[in-house]
T-cell receptor, first 114, second 115 residues
Framework: NAGVTQTPKFQVLKTGQSMTLQCAQD?????MSWYRQDPGMGLRLIHY???????DQGEVPNGYNVSRSTTEDFPLRLLSAAPSQTSVYFC?????????????FGSGTRLTVV | AQSVSQHNHHVILSEAASLELGCNYS??????LFWYVQYPGQHLQLLLK??????LVKGIKGFEAEFIKSKFSFNLRKPSVQWSDTAEYFC?????????????FGAGTRLAVHP
């Protein structure tokens, strides 16, 4: 089925470890974003991309890197995990001008940093 | 800075009760408004959206929302809730910045519907 696929669904990291959260979409959407969801804070934008080769920072980019080498993939890298990065991460994609058409969200990655 | 405020963090209702969830935003320009729903253990799904035209927007599963420009509000309503409406509801506003419309989310309202 078409949509946004995130892997892994669950991950436990030790402080200081690095890892990459994967996100892929097969809808040929230009726009992709990463959000983190924390209780009482809604979803906050980490990084976004308006097309292959183009990325920019969102509200809470510190500690995360992204790249967009293809239209389909938008991985999120944690360089040195910290307990403050314990969260649920959602990848989202959209066609056209960003949020105008609404986003399609992935099923999320629940990350725990110990 | 633009923000989205959802005033009710937790709402508890009995089945068949009416629902209204408040959402206010702070942005003076043209806005696009959304309500998303997140059922337990699932990802966000779009309930409804407003771009222009009729300020009363109808969405899926019997939900509707009214855009009141003078009040900077976009409240979500449903005349009669069901147990299956138990979920978290997020209001969101699109904001044009850096050549891209980004979604800014409210903190969410957790709705529990009791049989």
């Amino acid at each position: 089925n078409a949509g946004v696929t995130q892997t892994p669904k669950f991950q436990v990291l030790k402080t200081g470890q690095s890892m990459t959260l994967q996100c892929a979409q097969d809808m040929n959407h230009e726009y992709m974003s990463w959000y983190r969801q924390d209780p009482g804070m809604g979803l906050r934008l980490i990084h976004y991309s308006v097309g292959a080769g183009i990325t920019d920072q969102g509200e809470v980019p510190n500690g995360y890197n992204v790249s967009r080498s293809t239209t389909e993939d938008f991985p999120l890298r944690l360089l040195s995990a910290a307990p403050s990065q314990t969260s649920v991460y959602f990848c989202a994609s959209s066609r056209g001008q960003g949020a105008i058409y609404g986003y399609t969200f992935g099923s999320g990655t629940r990350l725990t940093v110990v | 800075a633009q923000s989205v405020s959802q005033h009710n963090h937790h709402v508890i209702l009995s089945e068949a009760a009416s629902l209204e969830l408040g959402c206010n935003y702070s942005y003076g320009g043209t806005v696009n408004l959304f309500w998303y729903v997140q059922y337990p253990g699932q990802h966000l799904q779009l309930l409804l959206k407003y771009f222009s035209g009729d300020p009363l927007v109808k969405g899926i599963k019997g939900f509707e929302a009214e855009f009141i420009k003078s009040k900077f509000s976009f409240n979500l309503r449903k005349p009669s809730v069901q147990w299956s409406d138990t979920a978290e509801y997020f209001c969101a506003v699109s904001r044009f910045s850096g050549g891209y419309n980004k979604l800014i989310f409210g903190a969410g309202t957790r709705l529990a519907v009791h049989p």
